[in-house]
T-cell receptor, first 113, second 114 residues
C-alpha cells in the first residue's frame, strides 16, 4: 500500500527566503509523485510531477522537487518566496497501474512580508 | 494542458434537497474520473471512482445512495448529493485521468447546506 507524509501542517517563511516543503512516501512499487497547489477557494493545480527519468523535476512558478529513492522523499523547494506563493500544497503518489492518487495532509505555506 | 470544468463552483441549498455537480473533460476523453471531498484544513478524501459506462466504485464509508455518481459519457461525470444535510457541506473536487499519469482537476464546488 502507498502512503504520503507531509511534515508540518504550516510552514512560514519570509518573502525572499528559501521555501522547503517536505514529503515522504512509501510504496512497494516505483511510484509517480506529484505536487499540487491549492489557492483559497480554488481547485487544485499541478505544480510538477515525477514519473521516470531525471530525478530533479522543475515545475511552474519557480518550484522544483527532487526524487530521492534512498530517502523515499520528494521535497518541494523554491529559492526565493513570493507573497503570491501563499497557498496550500499537497504531495501525492500513485502507482503506475492505478492512477488513483494517495494524498498527503497538505502544508499551508505562509509568507511573511 | 487538458482542462476539466466543474460546475457549479459554489452552491447553497436547503436541507433535504438534492444538488448535482458536473465534471466535464473539455478537450480529452476520460474513461475514469475521481470524486474527492475536502473538509476544512484537511486533505482530500477520495469518495469514489467513476468509470464510463459502469457503476462507480465507492470508498469505504461513503454512502452510495446518498452520493449518486453517473458517468454516462467519456467527457461527463456527475455527482448528486441527495437529501443534503448541513454535515454534507464541504468542498467537492473532481479529477479526470489523462495521459502521462496526470490527473487534471476541476475547480471544485463549495457546497453549503442550510
Amino acid at each position: 500500500a502507498q502512503s504520503v507524509t507531509q511534515l508540518g501542517s504550516h510552514v512560514s517563511v519570509s518573502e525572499g527566503a528559501l521555501v522547503l516543503l517536505r514529503c515522504n512516501y512509501s510504496s512497494s512499487v516505483p511510484p509517480y509523485l506529484f505536487w499540487y497547489v491549492q489557492y483559497p477557494n480554488q481547485g487544485l493545480q499541478l505544480l510538477l510531477k515525477y514519473t521516470t527519468g531525471a530525478t530533479l523535476v522543475k515545475g511552474i512558478n519557480g518550484f522544483e522537487a527532487e526524487f530521492k529513492k534512498s530517502e523515499t522523499s520528494f521535497h518541494l523547494t523554491k529559492p526565493s518566496a513570493h507573497m503570491s506563493d501563499a497557498a496550500e500544497y499537497f504531495c501525492a503518489v500513485s502507482v503506475r497501474s492505478n492512477y488513483q492518487l494517495i494524498w498527503g495532509a497538505g502544508t499551508k505555506l505562509i509568507i511573511k512580508p | 494542458g487538458a482542462v476539466v470544468s466543474q460546475h457549479p463552483s459554489w452552491v447553497i441549498c436547503k436541507s433535504g434537497t438534492s444538488v448535482k455537480i458536473e465534471c466535464r473533460s473539455l478537450d480529452f476523453q476520460a474513461t475514469t474520473m475521481f470524486w474527492y471531498r475536502q473538509f476544512p484544513k484537511q486533505s482530500l478524501m477520495l469518495m469514489a471512482t467513476s468509470n464510463e459506462g459502469s457503476k462507480a466504485t465507492y470508498e469505504q464509508g461513503v454512502e452510495k445512495d446518498k452520493f449518486l455518481i453517473n458517468h454516462a459519457s467519456l467527457t461527463l461525470s456527475t455527482l448528486t448529493v441527495t437529501s443534503a444535510h448541513p454535515e454534507d457541506s464541504s468542498f467537492y473536487i473532481c479529477s479526470a485521468e489523462g495521459q502521462g499519469a496526470e490527473a487534471f482537476f476541476g475547480q471544485g464546488t463549495r457546497l453549503t447546506v442550510v
